[in-house]
C-alpha cells in the first residue's frame, strides 16, 4: 500500500536555527497537508496546498512557516527562525480530491527545538 | 468556531465488552465527520468516516445530527484495539481533531 514518507524522523535544533521538515506524498495525491500536535495537545492544522499554492493556512502558520513542491515529488515546511514552543510532531497528509476521502497521513516527524 | 469534543482522555474496559468512544461536534452546516486511530508507535490512519457507513475492523459511528454526535462504537473489544483514537471534523480544506481518547483494553 502506498505511503507518505517524511524524514528525518526526529530533528533536533538550537533556537533560532532554520529546520526544513520533508514529506514524499503519495504519487498521484494532488492535495498536501502539514499538521502539528505538540506533546499532549491537540493535532493542529497548519496548511493545505493544491496546485502549487497555499488553499488555506491556520493562524499557526505565520510568516515563520513557508511549504513548498520544490520538485514535482517533495513537500517541504520550513520554519525560519525556530522557537520553543515550535517544539511537536510535525504530520505530513495527503489527499487524492479534496473530498469527505480522508488523509493518508506519515508516521511524522519529531521536532525538538533546545 | 467549529469544534469537535471527545470528553473522555482514558477509557479502559475488558477484552470482550463493549465499547463507546464519545464524539461531539459543533458545526454551522452538514458536518463530514471521521475517526482516525493511532496504534502504538504507527502513524495516524483513517478508521472510517460517516459518509460511507462502514464497518471497519467491527467498529461503527453513526452521525446523530439531532444531538450533534459521532460516538464510535464495537461491540465486543479486543486487546489490539488498544490504540489512540481521534474524531475529526472536515472544514473547508482542514480538518478539526478532537483531543483523542486512549483506549485500554484489558486482558
Known amino acids: 500500500e502506498p505511503e507518505v514518507t517524511q524524514t528525518p524522523s526526529h530533528q533536533v535544533t538550537q533556537m533560532g536555527q532554520e529546520v526544513i521538515l520533508r514529506c514524499v506524498p503519495i504519487s498521484n495525491h494532488l492535495y498536501f497537508y502539514w499538521y502539528r500536535q505538540i506533546l499532549g495537545q491537540k493535532v493542529e492544522f497548519l496548511v493545505s496546498f493544491y496546485n502549487n499554492e497555499i488553499s488555506e493556512k491556520s493562524e499557526i502558520f505565520d510568516d515563520q512557516f513557508s511549504v513548498e513542491r520544490p520538485d514535482g515529488s517533495n513537500f517541504t515546511l520550513k520554519i525560519r527562525s525556530t522557537k520553543l514552543e515550535d517544539s511537536a510532531m510535525y504530520f505530513c497528509?495527503?489527499?487524492?480530491?479534496?473530498?469527505?476521502?480522508?488523509?493518508?497521513f506519515g508516521s511524522g516527524t519529531r521536532l525538538t527545538v533546545v | 468556531a467549529q469544534r469537535v469534543t471527545q470528553p473522555e482522555k482514558l477509557l479502559s474496559v475488558f477484552k470482550g465488552a463493549p465499547v463507546e468512544l464519545k464524539c461531539n461536534y459543533s458545526y454551522s452546516g452538514s458536518p463530514e465527520l471521521f475517526w482516525y486511530v493511532q496504534y502504538s508507535r504507527q502513524r495516524l490512519q483513517l478508521l472510517l468516516r460517516h459518509i460511507s457507513r462502514e464497518s471497519i475492523k467491527g467498529f461503527t459511528a453513526d452521525l446523530n445530527k439531532g444531538e450533534t454526535s459521532f460516538h464510535l462504537k464495537k461491540p465486543f473489544a479486543q486487546e489490539e484495539d488498544s490504540a489512540m483514537y481521534y474524531c475529526?471534523?472536515?472544514?473547508?480544506?482542514?480538518?478539526?481533531f478532537g483531543a483523542g481518547t486512549r483506549l485500554f483494553v484489558k486482558a
Open positions: 497528509a495527503s489527499k487524492y480530491w479534496e473530498d469527505n476521502y480522508g488523509y493518508t
Open positions: 475529526a471534523l472536515r472544514e473547508g480544506f482542514k480538518t478539526i
